[in-house]
């Protein structure tokens, strides 16, 4: 053999003799370095071990350590909400309990199924907890998302009667533990029976006979499955899943939770599927004011309840009691606008003359009022009363704002840089065609409104003086050069909620085409009154409990659009006090902006006004009685056509005297506002018929208002302006920036074009 060959089978020897991981050379087999020496599969498997084991000692030491309460909670059963005036005295006391407990043999046993089948189908073969559910719970918790998640039955049970609505990781534990302990000792049906006692069901009913009194009027032991299936879809959300206060979200959402009780019904074998074809959703009585609730006390609760809402307290949370709430309303003003309803709308109704004053039956009024400054919510309307109207009308969502929006319109041109089709910037003094009916240029979706009466302004209108006549021709072509997607953005932006149905890019929005409340639109105004600061009216000043933070939400934020753009809007919408459809608010008393609106087949009208010191969103509906049916407000109290001029406007103004009388009224500061280069207009400023509705084009979609026999779809123009003033006629100079109101206050002043109809 060879020294090679011998070097060779040395080699070969070695490798056979080397230990396993000794190898130095790359790819030696076994070896590990770094941090693979510490995860081993042993060490893995030991750790895991470990961990569980540790997990299984601190659980029987929790399930010891923590005791099953012997007595209920007494906070859900014993104490009741205090709410105040912005001023510290009380308004209302609510929430005295209303709870009759009723034997499980009395609640008939399909409605015990429905409660079963849509909160936790397993509940006769769990031992009381959902581990999965449990899980996600906690993980929402320490996300601070809430404690929701798959409870069980005998976990809700054992917060509504031992615990409380507290969100904490600590609560969810010991409700966790306490539920193993109750289904060891308790009874299935017991466990039922102490849930359906325990829920709250909206309508200050605490307990299934309660909520079967609240909405049906009957007792637990005569509901119907169809009524048993709509209590358990509305107990997870009683204020907004009652249908008889429900908006369209809130309808919908309950309709599918529903069906899912049905559904789940059926999949576990409780429910013939033929007999489940035939169940239909049966609407509740309509609901009995809480005492205490008179007048608009009740809407102002309701207001309170939905702003904590947001702020993610419950209405379990609020209905256990405990809280002490004091509002930003103040008790002058709101008896100020509860007065100006009273004497300019209510009195001059007459909703028991069903047969000659039909429309008056239906006539529906609701407001808001806000300080600019603070963004405090000083006064609220919402409605005849509870007894009569048990939805606020101050913050129903169902009704579209019309040419209210116009100026968010214009605010967008302003803040983009927007440019008309020729190219020239768009601002107050730039020139539109005003003619009714012109299809507008530059969009994919046809599109052709007429202005109110059919008018023509002429090719040669200015925008302030479109914005002051409200002339839908201008805007529809202005929104197509912003841009609708712009113009979206720039709303919610100021404060308006995006809902199902926004047109998302249709010129039509233009119009004000999508859904909004007054107190969305005081958010928007509010903010161009504060220069462009962003303003979300907020009614609760302060809401106190010794076991629940409440943050209040920030009135007041950071710069939704420059001052600039702020501040020319505010200036051009005085022209529509001094000058345009909105003259009927106009007073020594104070300086204003505003902005009316009446909305397609006038089921609606609004004025939307400002001073310095106030905003005010007023808004009128046509509402079926019985019903959520929008119908036309053209005819009530005897008269015509019934826009955002007529009573919205005289509300407006007669509150905004007696609310501002003995303060020192100043004037708006648009000093930074820019009224753009004025233009020569081609021809003089007329508005004159169009020809014929034969000879003109037919509206180019669904959208399209109606032909010119029919109401307008927005408010519009109907007065000519007079030629010799000007489109951005500045607030008289005689008026002092800080003047007293009248003390005699004038009767509202005659409209400047007195042979055209009121607008």
Same mark, same amino acid.
Request: charged share 20%; aromatic share 6%; no cysteine.
């Given at each position: 053999?060879?020294? #090679?060959?011998?070097?060779?089978?040395?080699?070969?020897? &070695?490798?056979?003799?080397?230990?396993?991981?000794?190898?130095?050379?790359?790819?030696?087999?076994?070896?590990?370095?770094?941090?693979?020496? *510490?995860?081993? %599969?042993?060490?893995?498997? $030991?750790?895991?071990?470990?961990?569980?084991?540790?997990?299984?000692?601190?659980?029987?030491?929790?399930?010891?350590?923590?005791?099953?309460?012997?007595?209920?909670?007494?906070?859900?059963?014993?104490?009741?909400?205090?709410?105040?005036?912005?001023?510290?005295?009380?308004?209302?006391?609510? &929430?005295?309990?209303?709870?009759?407990?009723?034997?499980?043999?009395?609640?008939?046993?399909?409605?015990?199924?429905?409660?079963?089948?849509?909160?936790?189908?397993?509940?006769?073969?769990?031992?009381?907890?959902?581990?999965?559910?449990?899980?996600?719970?906690?993980?929402?918790?320490?996300?601070?998302?809430?404690?929701?998640?798959?409870?069980?039955?005998?976990?809700?049970?054992?917060?509504?009667?031992?615990?409380? @609505?507290?969100?904490?990781?600590?609560?969810? !534990?010991?409700?966790?533990?306490?539920?193993?302990?109750?289904?060891?000792?308790?009874?299935?049906?017991? +466990?039922?029976?102490?849930?359906?006692?325990?829920?709250?069901?909206?309508?200050?009913?605490?307990?299934?006979?309660?909520?079967?009194?609240?909405?049906?009027?009957?007792?637990?032991?005569?509901?119907?499955?169809?009524?048993?299936?709509?209590?358990?879809?509305?107990?997870?959300?009683?204020?907004?899943?009652?249908?008889?206060?429900?908006?369209?979200?809130?309808?919908?959402?309950?309709?599918?939770?529903?069906?899912?009780?049905?559904?789940?019904?059926?999949?576990?074998?409780?429910?013939?599927?033929?007999?489940?074809?035939?169940?239909?959703?049966?609407?509740?009585?309509?609901?009995?004011?809480?005492?205490?609730?008179?007048?608009?006390?009740?809407?102002?609760?309701?207001?309170?309840?939905?702003?904590?809402?947001? @702020?993610?307290?419950?209405?379990?949370?609020? #209905?256990?009691?405990? %809280?002490?709430?004091?509002?930003?309303?103040?008790?002058?003003?709101?008896?100020?606008?509860?007065?100006? !309803?009273?004497?300019?709308?209510?009195?001059?109704?007459?909703?028991?003359?069903?047969?000659?004053?039909?429309?008056?039956?239906?006539?529906?009024?609701?407001?808001?009022?806000?300080?600019?400054?603070?963004?405090?919510?000083?006064?609220?309307?919402?409605?005849?009363?509870?007894?009569?109207?048990?939805?606020? =009308?101050?913050?129903?969502?169902?009704?579209?704002?019309?040419?209210?929006?116009?100026?968010?319109?214009?605010?967008?041109?302003?803040?983009?840089?927007?440019?008309?089709?020729? $190219?020239?910037?768009?601002?107050?003094?730039?020139?539109?065609?005003?003619?009714?009916?012109?299809?507008?240029?530059? /969009?994919?979706?046809?599109?052709?409104?007429?202005?109110?009466?059919?008018?023509?302004?002429?090719?040669?209108?200015?925008?302030?003086?479109?914005?002051?006549?409200? !002339?839908?021709?201008?805007?529809?072509?202005?929104?197509?050069?912003?841009?609708?997607?712009?113009?979206?953005?720039?709303?919610?932006?100021?404060?308006?909620?995006?809902?199902?149905? %926004?047109?998302?890019?249709?010129?039509?929005?233009?119009?004000?085409?999508?859904?909004?409340?007054?107190?969305?639109?005081?958010?928007?105004?509010?903010?161009?009154?504060?220069?462009?600061?962003?303003?979300?009216?907020?009614?609760?000043?302060?809401?106190?409990?010794?076991?629940?933070?409440?943050?209040?939400?920030?009135?007041?934020?950071?710069?939704? +659009?420059?001052?600039?753009?702020?501040?020319?809007?505010?200036?051009?919408?005085?022209?529509?006090? =001094?000058?345009?459809?909105?003259?009927?608010?106009?007073?020594?008393?104070?300086? #204003?902006? $505003?902005?009316?609106?009446?909305?397609?087949?006038?089921?609606?009208?609004?004025?939307?006004?400002?001073?310095?010191?106030? !905003?005010?969103?007023?808004?009128?509906?046509?509402?079926?009685? &019985?019903?959520?049916?929008?119908?036309?407000?053209?005819?009530?109290?005897?008269?015509?056509?019934?826009? &955002?001029? /007529?009573?919205?406007?005289?509300?407006?103004?007669?509150?905004?005297?007696?609310?501002?009388?003995?303060? @020192?009224? $100043?004037? *708006?500061?648009?000093?930074?506002?820019?009224?753009?280069?004025?233009?020569?207009? /081609?021809?003089?400023?007329?508005?004159?018929?169009?020809?014929?509705?034969?000879?003109?084009?037919?509206?180019?979609?669904?959208?399209?208002?109606?032909?010119?026999?029919?109401?307008?779809?927005?408010?519009?123009?109907?007065?000519?302006?007079?030629?010799?003033?000007?489109?951005?006629?500045?607030?008289?100079?005689?008026?002092?920036?800080?003047?007293?109101?009248?003390?005699?206050?004038?009767?509202?002043?005659?409209?400047?074009?007195?042979?055209?109809?009121?607008?």
């Amino acid at each position: 053999m060879g020294r #090679a060959e011998a070097r060779k089978a040395q080699q070969q020897r &070695g490798a056979l003799q080397a230990p396993s991981g000794s190898g130095k050379g790359k790819g030696s087999a076994g070896r590990r370095s770094g941090i693979g020496r *510490f995860f081993t %599969w042993k060490k893995i498997l $030991g750790t895991f071990l470990l961990g569980t084991l540790l997990l299984m000692v601190a659980a029987v030491v929790l399930y010891f350590s923590v005791d099953e309460p012997t007595d209920p909670n007494k906070q859900a059963t014993q104490q009741s909400n205090t709410y105040k005036w912005a001023d510290g005295t009380v308004m209302a006391r609510v &929430g005295e309990t209303n709870r009759s407990i009723v034997p499980i043999d009395k609640i008939p046993e399909d409605v015990q199924t429905a409660f079963i089948a849509i909160e936790n189908k397993s509940f006769y073969q769990d031992q009381g907890i959902d581990v999965m559910g449990v899980a996600r719970g906690l993980f929402n918790t320490v996300r601070g998302k809430g404690t929701a998640g798959g409870s069980t039955i005998t976990q809700q049970y054992v917060k509504n009667y031992y615990l409380t @609505q507290d969100q904490s990781a600590t609560r969810k !534990v010991r409700e966790l533990i306490i539920s193993l302990k109750v289904d060891q000792r308790m009874k299935k049906p017991e +466990i039922l029976a102490g849930y359906l006692n325990t829920n709250f069901y909206g309508r200050n009913a605490y307990g299934i006979q309660a909520a079967a009194q609240a909405y049906y009027g009957v007792d637990a032991d005569k509901l119907t499955l169809e009524q048993g299936a709509y209590l358990a879809a509305v107990v997870q959300a009683p204020s907004q899943y009652d249908l008889a206060t429900a908006g369209p979200n809130g309808r919908r959402l309950v309709t599918i939770r529903f069906n899912a009780v049905l559904d789940n019904m059926v999949e576990m074998g409780k429910l013939d599927p033929a007999k489940r074809k035939t169940i239909q959703l049966q609407e509740p009585v309509k609901p009995r004011p809480t005492p205490g609730m008179d007048g608009q006390k009740g809407y102002l609760v309701q207001a309170a309840e939905a702003e904590m809402n947001r @702020q993610h307290i419950t209405d379990a949370e609020i #209905a256990a009691g405990g %809280w002490e709430i004091t509002l930003n309303i103040d008790k002058k003003k709101q008896e100020a606008l509860e007065k100006a !309803v009273q004497d300019e709308l209510e009195s001059k109704l007459d909703r028991k003359d069903t047969k000659n004053r039909p429309q008056d039956q239906s006539v529906q009024a609701g407001a808001t009022s806000v300080d600019a400054k603070t963004g405090a919510i000083v006064a609220m309307y919402g409605g005849q009363g509870l007894a009569e109207k048990s939805a606020s =009308n101050a913050l129903r969502t169902d009704y579209q704002p019309g040419s209210t929006f116009k100026p968010v319109v214009l605010a967008s041109a302003l803040e983009t840089g927007a440019t008309t089709q020729s $190219g020239k910037p768009i601002t107050p003094n730039a020139l539109y065609d005003g003619t009714s009916r012109r299809q507008v240029v530059g /969009s994919k979706i046809p599109f052709n409104p007429q202005n109110q009466d059919d008018k023509d302004f002429g090719k040669d209108i200015t925008v302030q003086e479109a914005t002051n006549f409200s !002339v839908n021709s201008v805007y529809a072509q202005m929104i197509v050069d912003v841009k609708p997607p712009a113009v979206k953005k720039t709303a919610l932006a100021l404060g308006m909620k995006d809902r199902e149905g %926004w047109p998302e890019d249709k010129p039509a929005m233009s119009l004000g085409t999508m859904s909004a409340n007054t107190v969305e639109m005081a958010a928007v105004y509010a903010t161009l009154d504060n220069h462009g600061k962003k303003v979300t009216p907020t009614i609760i000043k302060t809401a106190e409990h010794k076991d629940r933070e409440y943050v209040p939400e920030a009135a007041v934020g950071s710069q939704a +659009i420059s001052r600039q753009t702020a501040d020319t809007v505010t200036r051009v919408l005085t022209g529509v006090v =001094n000058e345009g459809s909105g003259s009927k608010v106009k007073s020594s008393a104070y300086e #204003a902006a $505003g902005k009316t609106g009446t909305t397609e087949s006038n089921v609606a009208g609004w004025f939307t006004g400002y001073t310095p010191e106030l !905003v005010t969103v007023v808004a009128m509906f046509g509402e079926e009685p &019985g019903s959520h049916r929008q119908v036309t407000l053209t005819g009530t109290a005897g008269g015509g056509r019934a826009g &955002g001029s /007529s009573f919205p406007a005289e509300i407006w103004k007669a509150y905004t005297l007696a609310a501002l009388k003995g303060v @020192q009224t $100043g004037e *708006f500061d648009t000093s930074e506002a820019e009224m753009g280069a004025v233009q020569a207009p /081609s021809r003089s400023f007329s508005p004159t018929p169009t020809p014929s509705p034969s000879s003109a084009p037919p509206p180019a979609t669904s959208s399209s208002p109606p032909p010119p026999s029919s109401p307008d779809p927005t408010k519009s123009a109907t007065k000519s302006p007079d030629p010799t003033k000007s489109a951005t006629k500045s607030p008289d100079p005689t008026k002092s920036a800080t003047k007293s109101p009248d003390p005699s206050p004038r009767p509202p002043d005659p409209p400047l074009f007195p042979s055209q109809p009121d607008r």
